[in-house]
């Protein structure tokens, strides 16, 4: 929920969810792999509840995948988080996915009664329970945080033989390293700074993982940045630069960061740093740089809506991202585009 950069004014808050429904349209013609949901509790955001949102996409869509940008699963009741997204799946047709993280925000603990002195081990009990729903319909479990399940059977289940997770981090060395003991994929929030100063961690990541056992194949890595496509690279970063700025400094000051300016945010745009944000040719190009330096990535996903853009401008981006950007970024990598078939059950 960001000012419009002519008026200076918000937009109402059915407005922007029309609009986020019909972005999901255009990013699901335009061949993309995946669209994400955030999950936050303030007033600058409308995704407290993102499966909701994702389910009213669904029914919307055909192809594209539906995920959680990142649910908050530290403050949330897996019981009631896997029936959600189980839900949707089944709205989907096996299209959805759902990322688990401790959130970057911690506005979700005090309204749901947590203890933020117990931070990760919230997460790490909450995603023990979550891992257990995906194999069985039956739980007997018992934890501290949460009340003991006895032999009780959860429902729905989903389309998908087993509800695709990864695991969401930030910069915690203990998140990376939990990731690759469990042997699930890995999606990596990189919102300034450079792709390169992450490789120490994407490797303990995959060296944790190899010593658990796990096959290589497991152990994907997906990467989430600031990202937006233009015609040019000077049209781009004009656009974008004033809704990461008004962000940026409404956040940084609560958090206590120097105010942002556009010199920082040029040097994140080009070519060392970890914006996505230019044309077709030069994001492509920052993408294959991501994927070499980080060892190899099977996602990268855009964050784009911190851009203050008026809908044409998002909906061209999505395209411009569909049509040539990930052609491009697939035809260097040997990826191919991900598909489904909603007869089946796929994982």
Avoid at 149 to 177: C, D, E, K, Y
Avoid at 213 to 241: C, I, N, Y
Avoid at 316 to 322: K, V
């Amino acid at each position: 929920m960001l000012p419009d950069p002519a008026t200076g004014k918000l937009p109402s808050g059915t407005d922007r969810m029309a609009d986020l429904i019909a972005e999901v349209e255009v990013a699901d013609r335009a061949g993309l792999d995946v669209f994400g949901v955030g999950e936050h509790h303030r007033a600058e955001f409308l995704d407290s509840a993102p499966a909701v949102i994702l389910a009213a996409a669904a029914a919307r869509t055909s192809q594209i995948r539906l995920t959680s940008a990142v649910t908050v699963l530290s403050a949330a009741d897996p019981v009631r988080v896997f029936q959600e997204f189980a839900t949707l799946d089944l709205i989907a047709g096996g299209r959805a996915e759902i990322v688990v993280g401790r959130g970057s925000f911690g506005e979700a603990f005090p309204l749901f009664g947590l203890d933020t002195m117990a931070y990760d081990e919230l997460f790490a009990e909450k995603l023990d329970l979550f891992l257990k729903l995906r194999e069985s319909t039956n739980i007997t479990w018992k934890g501290r945080f949460r009340p003991a399940l006895h032999s009780q059977s959860i429902f729905p289940r989903p389309h998908q033989s087993q509800l695709p997770l990864w695991i969401g981090v930030g910069g915690t060395p203990q998140s990376f390293a939990r990731a690759g003991e469990l042997g699930l994929p890995l999606m990596v929030a990189i919102i300034g700074g450079s792709f390169e100063r992450f490789r120490p961690l994407v490797d303990l990541y995959r060296e944790t993982g190899l010593r658990a056992g796990h096959d290589p194949k497991q152990l994907s890595v997906g990467v989430h940045a600031m990202g937006f496509v233009g015609e040019t690279v000077a049209a781009v970063r004009d656009a974008f630069f004033p809704g990461w700025a008004h962000l940026t400094a409404k956040i940084g000051r609560e958090r206590g960061w120097s105010p942002p300016n556009r010199r920082q945010f040029d040097v994140m745009a080009g070519p060392e740093g970890a914006f996505l944000v230019g044309d077709p040719a030069a994001v492509a190009a920052k993408m294959l740089r991501a994927n070499e330096l980080l060892g190899g990535l099977s996602r990268i996903t855009f964050q784009m809506s911190t851009a203050s853009l008026e809908t044409a401008a998002m909906n061209r981006s999505i395209e411009l991202l569909g049509n040539e950007v990930a052609p491009a970024v697939r035809a260097a990598t040997g990826h191919s585009k991900s598909t489904f078939d909603r007869r089946k059950d796929n994982t």
